[in-house]
């Protein structure tokens, strides 16, 4: 019989409900497995005896395993490579940067080294972004919310996670309920991350954009845009036929004005396709009016056989500097890190790079969700 992961939040309380055993129990098992990761269940102290028994008989500790490890060579990311119980991977990225080069009310931040974890919530990926590698493996199942919480808790051991963006294989919220409930364990005991300090990203499901605020309040809202008119983003974006970009605008300001919140604007910089000053323009007026920090990404490539190209520096910067001056628009530049892991933005499919080394001299650069803390 297949046994369930104890961080399913709703399965083991469920489970504990029907036996008659208290739920709080739930919080001080989770706590003793995150530091204790082989345990076994008679080793947790403390709980009621029927508890043993039907943690025995329906849940493992982590369903989940960690398989390889991958170091880039300036030592900022760490990428892992999860086996699931079923058989299939997923990756997720431990990226870790310096808040001191961020800014608050023009100042230099206090702080210093933490790490943000990037989590894949798909085996795979239906959404088929043309630039994007998970794409191109098709979609094959969701994970539950325990799998999606066990991504954390193998992080957690080689790193102090202080942020999680939902930006790693799959579109969360194809797979909402479990997006949900992995992130409500996220932000209780035994973990107690802030909801500000997390992000889900998503390419524009309206319905459950709809919703997210509601269900998960002052998480914050990343959004894979990457072109500032609908026939453009069909064209890179097969997904952006179910979704139309004036209705993906009216989702976007109705959660802002509900949530009160700036929304991630994530914008792949494609050669010649949407990356030209009028396109700039375009997201200039489309965005005018919304509170948001836009993220030029460049893109990285996903073999010999891509479509795309990579824009030059020049054409970046200027693309920043007519949303920056004309616009007013906060927009930044992505740092991209672990490309020689194939860690970064769009590149993560299940492979093996050939790098696995222990992190050197650690180059740390500043993450955008200092931008606005």
């Given at each position: 019989m297949k046994l369930k992961s104890v961080f399913d939040a709703s399965e083991i309380k469920s489970e504990f409900e029907s036996a008659g055993i208290n739920p709080n129990f739930v919080i001080p098992i989770w706590k003793y497995v995150i530091q204790n990761p082989d345990c076994v269940w008679d080793e947790i102290p403390s709980l009621p005896s029927a508890a043993y028994s039907l943690l025995h008989s329906k849940f493992k500790a982590l369903t989940s395993s960690l398989h390889s490890l991958f170091h880039s060579s300036d030592g900022t990311t760490s990428k892992l490579l999860i086996k699931l119980q079923n058989g299939a991977f997923v990756e997720a990225v431990i990226m870790r940067y310096d808040t001191r080069l961020g800014?608050?009310?023009?100042?230099?931040?206090?702080?210093?080294?933490?790490?943000?974890?990037?989590?894949?919530?798909?085996?795979?990926?239906?959404?088929?972004?043309?630039?994007?590698?998970?794409?191109?493996?098709?979609?094959?199942?969701?994970?539950?919310?325990?799998?999606?919480?066990?991504?954390?808790?193998?992080?957690?051991?080689l790193a102090d996670i202080r942020n999680?963006?939902?930006?790693?294989?799959?579109?969360?919220?194809?797979?909402?309920?479990?997006?949900?409930?992995?992130?409500?364990?996220?932000?209780?005991?035994?973990?107690?991350?802030?909801?500000?300090?997390?992000?889900?990203?998503?390419?524009?499901?309206?319905?459950?954009?709809?919703?997210?605020?509601?269900?998960?309040?002052?998480v914050s809202l990343a959004v894979s845009l990457h072109a500032p008119v609908q026939e453009i983003r069909c064209q890179i974006m097969p997904a952006a036929r179910a979704f139309p970009l004036q209705k993906l605008m009216d989702s976007l300001q109705t959660f802002q004005k509900n949530s009160n919140q700036k929304i991630f604007i994530e914008y792949i910089m494609l050669d010649g396709v949407?990356?030209?000053?009028?396109?700039?323009?375009?997201?200039?007026?489309?965005?005018?009016?919304f509170q948001v920090v836009i993220n030029l990404i460049p893109?990285?490539?996903?073999?010999?056989?891509?479509?795309?190209?990579?824009?030059?520096?020049?054409?970046?910067?200027?693309?920043?500097?007519?949303?920056?001056?004309?616009?007013?628009?906060?927009?930044?530049?992505r740092k991209e890190m672990g490309q020689d892991i194939s860690g970064a933005c769009g590149q993560l499919v299940v492979n093996q790079p050939a790098n696995n080394k222990t992190p050197g001299a650690v180059g740390l650069v500043r993450d955008i969700e200092d931008m606005y803390l």
């Open positions: 800014m608050c009310g023009g100042k230099p931040r206090p702080g210093g080294v933490r790490s943000t974890l990037c989590i894949s919530s798909q085996v795979g990926c239906k959404m088929g972004c043309t630039f994007c590698a998970t794409g191109s493996m098709g979609f094959k199942s969701n994970l539950t919310s325990g799998e999606i919480v066990e991504q954390l808790v193998h992080a957690s051991r999680i963006v939902f930006m790693g294989m799959g579109e969360p919220l194809n797979n909402y309920n479990a997006v949900v409930e992995a992130v409500r364990v996220m932000l209780n005991h035994p973990f107690q991350l802030s909801p500000k300090r997390i992000t889900i990203s998503t390419v524009g499901v309206v319905h459950a954009i709809n919703k997210l605020h509601n269900d998960l309040p002052g949407n990356d030209q000053e009028e396109n700039a323009h375009q997201l200039g007026e489309l965005l005018k009016t893109f990285n490539p996903i073999g010999s056989t891509s479509q795309f190209n990579t824009s030059t520096k020049q054409s970046v910067s200027t693309f920043q500097k007519i949303l920056r001056e004309t616009y007013k628009i906060r927009t930044t530049i």
